[in-house]
């Protein structure tokens, strides 16, 4: 033990531990110096330069009025509406608008169809904090799965705040599939969404087995938010890290309150992770290392095994935040689309 001591004292740990703040080392927590954190060289390098990219210029913008709230939504869907005519076209799928009960829908239907997914269907719900992506702002991940899936994807472009807070998201996307039940079995339709689609994807399931709703064959929420209480580790050890979110404090916090309205985010309708996943259709999720959702995404998967469901999770090295479908020549992005092709390829309509 003298020596194990002494070891330590000759590089500081000893030193180091003694200067930490009594109250920290009392509750358990960390602090830690300044570093540098390089990006890995075990991503690919089309994700190096994604991992590379500064924080994201939102992330502690946080709108004071709706007016302001809209005007950055605009800004925002104007940059990602101009990169969708060559994923389109990459891609070989066709982009429909189409009204479903009442609900502002895309249809995307690839060039190609799998002779196995001519009965299936998938429904989409695109993230952004309750806010973002609205229009065809919100069809690029709908874009890649079906075209690197070959299957018929429907993009629900459900209301958001600040005009529309909760529950009109979740009012749309039950709406859109008590819809589509009537033409497609069950079994065979797919749900699937990142981040706040995520959860959407997740409450939809909770709230279609309470109405006596048939679920679905399959999900695969992608790193949801599943917990708006800034609950979990990874809200926390990826602070900063993540050069998507950034931060729940900023924001994605003020997105969560408007979106909330005064309701409970403990709700299991905007915080899914509190509701009884007993029962659910088999489940694929997905995060990164550096994403700020990962412990929401490993949580929901846990409790999904507790509760006897078949469930899967992938983690992708260095990514942060949804970053998974940022690039379709990159490794990831492509490895993505075909794990989540697969999951549904084996599981609809069985």
């Known amino acids: 033990m003298r020596h194990v001591l002494e070891w330590c004292a000759r590089i500081g740990l000893i030193a180091g531990l003694a200067a930490a703040p009594a109250a920290a080392q009392q509750a358990g927590s960390r602090q830690l110096p300044a570093r540098t954190i390089p990006v890995p060289q075990t991503a690919s390098p089309e994700m ?11 992330w502690n913008v946080v709108p004071k009025t709706a007016a302001e709230w809209k005007a950055l939504v605009a800004a925002n869907a104007a940059e990602t509406i101009a990169t969708l005519p060559a994923m389109i076209s990459a891609l070989h799928v066709k982009v ?18 799998a002779p196995a997914n001519r009965n299936r269907v998938l429904l989409y719900f695109h993230g952004g904090g309750f806010v973002l992506r609205p229009g065809e702002a919100g069809l690029a991940e709908a874009i ?20 529309f807070p909760f529950p009109a998201a979740m009012d749309d996307a039950m709406a859109v599939y008590r819809e589509t039940l009537k033409t497609t079995k069950a079994r065979n339709i797919g749900i699937f969404g990142t981040s706040a689609g995520g959860s959407i994807t997740l409450a939809m399931v909770l709230r279609a087995r309470t109405e006596g709703l048939p679920l679905p064959g399959a999900i695969a929420p992608g790193t949801p938010w599943s917990d708006m209480t800034k609950t979990g580790d990874s809200y926390f050890t990826n602070d900063g890290i993540d050069n998507v979110l950034v931060s729940e404090d900023g924001f994605w916090g003020a997105a969560a309150l408007l979106y909330a309205n005064g309701h409970d985010l ?11 996943l007993h ?46 479908y940022r690039d379709i020549n990159a490794p990831e992005t492509i490895d993505y689309n075909n794990e989540i092709a697969r999951f549904f390829d084996q599981h609809l309509g069985r």
Do not use: C, W
């Not at 799965?145 to 209301?159: E, N, P, Q, T, W």
């Not at 309708?269 to 009884?276: C, E």
């Open 144 to 163: 890649e799965l079906a075209g690197f899936g070959h299957f018929k994807v429907i993009s629900v472009d459900y209301r958001m705040a600040p005009d």
């Open 96 to 113: 429909e608008p189409a009204t479903i009960a009442a609900v502002k829908t895309y249809v995307v239907t690839p060039e190609v169809m």
């Open 266 to 276: 403990k709700d299991p309708q905007l915080s899914p992770v509190y509701g009884d």
């Open 279 to 324: 029962g659910f259709p088999p489940t694929i999720l997905t995060s990164g290392t550096r994403d700020l959702f990962l412990s929401n995404t490993v949580r929901v998967h846990r409790k999904l095994r507790q509760a006897g469901v078949e469930a899967q999770l992938q983690v992708f090295e260095g990514l942060s935040h949804a970053q998974y």
């Open 48 to 58: 190096q330069a994604i991992i590379a990219r500064p924080l994201n210029p939102i």
